[in-house]
């Protein structure tokens, strides 16, 4: 394995002292980017650009080539891949949100869902194999998965971003069965997570997209207790380093507290919660990640220069703190607008590192 | 006018003693009644029930006429009035949600939109004279609107439930402008209530449906400034009794303390907080409304039965409670899992009011 150059991230991940707070944005390989559309195009689907370790690497490089003050790479995957392994039939419909086939409603179904053989998802393996080589050691590369709660949203639903009435009818009137959904995804995570490691991710993250549709108590029972399953199950250590883990909850920022005790070493914000009382809640417990509204890329370099430095100064002095978008950056964002944002993190950031 | 016989729900939002806690459902003149769905039908559409003040009485009448136990009765309207007489154009789509004819996006819009004249929502008022006299003292009637943040994401967006991209980016890149939208709009709406209250609404609550989209720092700028302002201009007293407000963020419960600065006698609480916590935070500065899940609805009545007494067991003793949902009901409630919520509170709140 060639040395690892720019290891700001997982020191920041890890608590230990940086230069300046490293920064990476969640979907930094997207439709925001020319290039990334190029590809999409000659790949002739998103599914096809995850599907081919040779399309995911070249879109995973993309921000990286463009962007030298990147901190972290991630995997060019989607959440919805597991599910696709455990049987549901992923699929995209042009200007729509993925889709699967089946859905899981019936409990007969739903006994028969087990932990897939994870060669179905070699793919995902083998892509973070050679994006690793590419990478060949400028930044850390990131891992991912969905939670099982958000995972099984899209399971039971057979869609994403709506009223969850299905799944949460479940949750209240039938909840062994929704248990029985968690536990077996949880397990499928495990598993696929490690494997990710093994192929060389550097650190792990899971994607809790839903969990802030659930009332405080159903937050614990059906999202976090998986999780925090899944931390507990995951490798610890790889190629004779800590593999950090963080755990993101979008519009689960009441819960930090509980979050801060699943064992990540990480903790996702969302842009709705001040990181500043956000570290205070959690103390020296947990790693922050986040947290500018990624809509505010949209806007004017001088107003996004200005929102920067407040979140920075917001989170103060000391380590612990990764720069990131408190979501996906949106497919409407000037290029040139993210850049403004890299270099302001660069040039305010490092007044809290002295 | 006549005695009111049931003043339950006003005096919890004075944080005053009652025999139990006083409950009513948002939406509950809703499609999920099959005789709300009936007068729809006669009227031919959600906006003609909306317009006819004789329509509006007839279904604002329905669930106090099927449900003994609700403790309040709520104008039959839609935030959307608002915006439609500031000359927007409101149109709804079947099977999709509100969108405008014209949205607030160049500037030289933006500097023409003007406080309306209240005549143009002369029906609101009129379907509020109506319905309190028919209502005939049974229970109070709420009068409300919808926030300025929230009235404008649909004035910009020209729909809801979006990612809020061009309000956004208007809020950080020209924010003069968005504040023009808001400050007219905050007029309108003083203006709107208070006719409203004039006319006979003995309690008002405005929504910010979407308040929770913005930022820790946007949401006090673009929405809770906005909602101080009303409040601050809303007529305090009518009949020879005080008119509480209710102020409700959806998604918000992360800055209940600044909400509950703003002089509103209540706040309202999705279900993604703990009712107890959220208690303990705002002290004896306002009464709470909320907030059971609407989605338990569509589950058991033994599981509504658990989850309406762990909501009052989390309150706890004392006043300054009014039962709700998190949210509107929905349209696919049972509407035999409505009445099981409405026994659970009265049955298991007595014991917090001894």
Redesign the interface.
Known sequence: MVKLQNDTFLNALMRQPTDYTPVWMMRQAGRYLPEYKASRKTAGSFLQLCKSPDFATEVTMQPLDRYPLLDASILFSDILTVPDAMGLGLYFEEGEGPKFERTLREEANIQKLTVPDMAKLQYVFDAVSQIRKTINGRVPLIGFSGSPWTLATYMVEGKGGT???NI??MA??RPDLLHHILETTAQTVIQYLNAQIAAGAQAVMIFDSWG?A??????KEFSLNYMHKIVAGLTKNNEGRKVPSVVFTK?G??WLEAQAEIGADALGLD????IGSARQRVGDKVALQGNL?P??L???PE?IDK?VA?ILASYGHGNGHVFNL?HGI?Q?TPPENAAAMLSAVREHSKQYHQ
């Not at 842009?271 to 001040?274: E, K, N, P, Q, S």
Request: hydrophobic share 40%.
């Open positions: 009223d969850f009435l949460k009818k209240y009137a802030g659930l009332s405080h108590n159903a937050y519009g920022a009441l842009w709705t919660v001040d509204d809509a505010i949209l806007s004017t107003a929102e407040s408190g949106t409407w």
